[in-house]
């Protein structure tokens, strides 16, 4: 059983930054991908970012490359979404989510996930 908590969420101007960060529950959580994921009011959720058990490789969704950063710490068994140059459409539920798939782009192939946390992009 893998419990998740995500952190870190709130209010900031546009080009601001943020950082998310998501503890998990879990033995072995080098065994896991990690994953981030948004959904906005009205919209489906969508990959943001991914991250393999070994932090070695990473995977962006286009619209946040260059902008968003990955990353996990294995000891602290937490992963974190680190968010500059924040924009307006950035504005979402932010959640981590956990897997022993490959197939990292799909919110579908993750077995756990965390509450989510808010992120708003005031303009």
């Known amino acids: 059983q893998v419990q998740l908590g995500e952190s870190g969420g709130g209010l900031v101007q546009a080009g601001g930054s943020l950082r998310l960060s998501c503890a998990a529950s879990?033995?072995?959580?080098?065994?896991?991908?990690m994953g981030w994921f948004r959904q906005a009011p009205g919209k489906e959720r969508e990959f943001v970012a991914a991250?393999?058990?070994?932090?070695?490789?990473?995977y962006y969704a286009d619209s946040v490359k260059g902008r968003f950063t990955i990353s996990r710490d294995n000891a602290k068994n937490t992963v974190y979404l680190q968010m500059n140059s924040l924009k307006p459409e950035d504005t979402a539920v932010y959640y981590c989510?956990?897997?022993?798939?490959?197939?990292?782009?799909?919110?579908?192939?993750?077995?756990?996930w965390g509450q989510g946390t808010q992120v708003t992009v005031s303009s």
């Open positions: 989510a956990a897997t022993s798939g490959t197939d990292y782009y799909i919110d579908s192939r993750y077995g756990y």
């Open positions: 879990v033995r072995a959580f080098s065994n896991y991908a």
């Open positions: 991250i393999r058990g070994s932090g070695l490789r990473k």
